[in-house]
T-cell receptor
Framework: LAKTTQPISMDSYEGQEVNITCSHN???????ITWYQQFPSQGPRFIIQ???TKVTNEVASLFIPADRKSSTLSLPRVSLSDTAVYYC????????????FGKGTTLSVSS | ETGVTQTPRHLVMGMTNKKSLKCEQH?????MYWYKQSAKKPLELMFV???????ENNSVPSRFSPECPNSSHLFLHLHTLQPEDSALYLC???????????????FGSGTRLTVV
């Protein structure tokens, strides 16, 4: 699985847009980029997944440049409840493979 | 409820006890996983089961013993644990597709284990 690098922590205020960037210089042609969110004492929750360009769902947007060596998770108008750890993972779905989580980005949202 | 249920939610056990953690998924997935998360550390992969066969044991001590009797159930049997084994134990499932695309993991809420 490709190694990823993301900021250890970020701070924001309610109502702001938050962008978390992840770099994955060694991404393979068949790899997808997936982001998870984890609250304390809970399992991670799937947020969004993409391969190239832009993906948007009801929770977030994912921007992937043409070279795919990085990606940016965008959270519009964050609230206090968005305080969590956000993980960026790169890989592809193959039987028996497993996700390897890094340290993630701890987002703290204040009022 | 995510579709992956873990029991118990909390467990306190002595170092000489034997206990088991249970995970059940109702999503029709064909792969299941155990992860360990110690305080302020990343998730550590422990075991992977695909189609009920163990495909990866991530160098986990033998005091942790997994069991996957069918594609919907996964157990983690614990015996003679150490205090440093205290952690949040997370179960996850996915629908693996050989050859690629879209694996979304669904995690349970975890079992908070304290070894005394």
């Amino acid at each position: 699985l490709a190694k990823t690098t993301q900021p250890i922590s970020m701070d924001s205020y309610e109502g702001q847009e938050v962008n978390i960037t992840c770099s994955h210089n060694n991404i393979a042609t068949n790899d997808y980029i997936t982001w998870y969110q984890q609250f304390p004492s809970q399992g991670p929750r799937f947020i969004i997944q993409g391969y190239k360009t832009k993906v948007t769902n009801e929770v977030a947007s994912l921007f992937i440049p043409a070279d795919r060596k990085s990606s940016t998770l965008s959270l519009p108008r964050v609230s206090l409840s968005d305080t969590a750890v956000y993980y960026c993972l790169v890989g592809k779905g193959q039987a028996g493979t497993a996700l390897i989580f890094g340290k993630g980005t701890t987002l703290s949202v204040s009022s | 409820e995510t579709g992956v249920t873990q029991t118990p939610r909390h467990l306190v056990m002595g170092m000489t006890n034997k206990k088991s953690l249970k995970c059940e998924q109702h999503l029709g997935h064909n792969a299941m996983y155990w992860y360990k998360q110690s305080a302020k550390k990343p998730l550590e992969l422990m075991f992977v089961y695909s189609l009920e066969e163990r495909v990866e044991n991530n160098s986990v001590p033998s005091r942790f013993s997994p069991e996957c009797p069918n594609s919907s159930h996964l157990f983690l049997h614990l015996h003679t644990l150490q205090p440093e084994d205290s952690a949040l134990y997370l179960c996850a499932s996915s629908q693996d597709r050989a050859g690629g695309r879209l694996y979304g993991y669904t995690f349970g809420s975890g079992t908070r284990l304290t070894v005394v």
